[in-house]
């Protein structure tokens, strides 16, 4: 189990790191705000899809980016079809696909990512009330910013809100590869394409997976006997949906928008899944694993990987034990709401910014609400600076 474990850590860990510099280049060079200024009038649907394929945003991140794009303005078919196209993919993702299942495999996913984000865009612009929201007003920001710093501070926030999800997916294809009997897979495989990704289906579309994590699962599966199609599958259902996306796209756009975007994520699925298995050769897939060898490269970036997730679990349990201590009731605190912390990494910097201020005994950043909880002395003023300087913006005094 350690042995095969450290195996696809290897092989996992320097695509991970060329996904995640690409990733910081492209939030370091594109203006500020381009995101939210595209995904309003028409055409904003096929923007937003394009836009949402490559970022490198997991389950965790794109619900509050994609209902954060709604709340500026982008059409509900716009923030569906970023909602459904930007987990399934992004270029860490990409490049991970390709080096465990091959290129053929990966670009067929980033098509049917962004297929199936247009037609659920598509389609909830046909059920909306509002369908074509054009964004006339939002800032248009100014140029990108080429800070180095900047750009691999982005970067290292994306490992630190996905590292819990690469780990399982490391240990679960592990336990896939070591533990599950031989023919298996074959077995379900023999009632049928339809059966076995169906089967896949349910288990995945409560799940909640990272794209790039899910790889190791998915390729174990195909190892181990499953049709690429019901991987294909697991790998556009499972990062794709969630409790939490749905629960969240029920509050925020009602139940024809999320019958429209559940709807979209099990046909297109199943139905690209059975495709696939008639246009992706399975041999490319297991002569792309036969070749799969760790170099000292490999070796090397999982130590740099591990030591990454060995720093990002301390902070967060040393997190977990301040949150939980007691405050004093009656020393005085301050909420403010904070627009743009899309994933654990914004929550990070912001903590981090604010527990510098003097006379901040604790702060409690909460994602989904969208605020800070600020305990001690300390000036409003101050607070919306070092939020505003750590880049987020800052929508004023809650209590």
């Known amino acids: 189990m350690v042995e095969a474990s450290w195996e696809i850590l290897a092989q996992l860990a320097p695509w991970l790191f060329i996904g995640m510099g690409v990733a910081g280049a492209l939030h370091g060079l594109l203006p500020k705000n ?16 394009m836009l949402g394929i490559p970022l490198p945003l997991c389950s965790c991140g794109v619900i509050p980016a994609g209902l954060g794009l709604k709340k500026d303005g982008a059409s509900d078919g716009a923030t569906v079809g970023f909602l459904i196209s930007t987990p ?34 598509w389609l909830a612009n046909s059920v909306s009330n509002n369908p074509s929201t054009i964004i006339e007003d939002a800032d248009q920001g100014g140029n990108g910013s080429y800070s180095l710093s900047e750009m691999t501070g982005h970067a290292v926030e994306l490992l630190q809100s996905i590292w819990g999800w690469l780990i399982f997916g490391v240990l679960a294809s592990a336990a896939i590869g070591v533990f599950v009997p031989d023919g298996f897979f074959e077995t379900v495989s023999s009632y049928g394409g339809l059966v076995a990704s169906l089967a896949v289906l349910a288990f995945s579309l409560p799940l909640y997976v990272c794209a790039t994590a899910s790889v190791p699962i998915a390729a174990a599966l195909v190892l181990n006997g499953l049709p690429p199609g019901a991987a294909l599958v697991f790998l556009m259902a499972g990062p794709a949906s969630n409790m939490a996306t749905i629960g969240a796209i ?14 979209t994520i099990i046909v297109g699925s199943v139905g690209l899944g059975m495709a696939a298995d008639f246009i992706i050769d399975p041999e490319i897939i297991a002569q792309t694993m036969e070749h799969h060898h760790t170099s000292m490269l ?32 009656s020393e005085p605190k301050l909420v403010v709401g904070i627009n743009g ?55 004023g005094k809650i209590s």
């Open 88 to 121: 399934q993919t992004g270029v860490d993702s990409i490049l991970v696909s390709a080096s465990f299942l091959g290129w053929p495999f990966a670009l067929f996913k980033v098509l049917s990512a962004g297929m199936t984000g247009l037609v659920g865009g």
């Open 34 to 49: 381009f995101v939210r200024r595209h995904l309003g009038g028409k055409g904003g649907v096929a923007r937003a899809v």
């Open 298 to 329: 490999g070796h090397i970036s999982a130590v740099a990987l591990l030591l990454f997730i060995a720093k990002f679990a301390t902070e967060d349990i040393l997190r977990f034990i301040s949150n939980r201590k007691v405050v004093d009731s």
């Open 341 to 395: 912390m899309t994933c654990n990494g914004c929550r990070n910097s912001v903590e981090t910014a604010l527990k510098k201020l003097s006379g901040v005994s604790n702060v409690v950043v909460e994602l989904d609400l969208e605020q800070a909880t600020i305990h001690g002395e300390v000036e409003l003023d101050a607070v919306m600076t070092s939020i505003v300087a750590a880049g987020f913006e800052v929508r």
């Open 250 to 263: 029920y509050g925020a756009l009602g139940k024809r928008i999320l019958a429209v975007y559940l709807g």
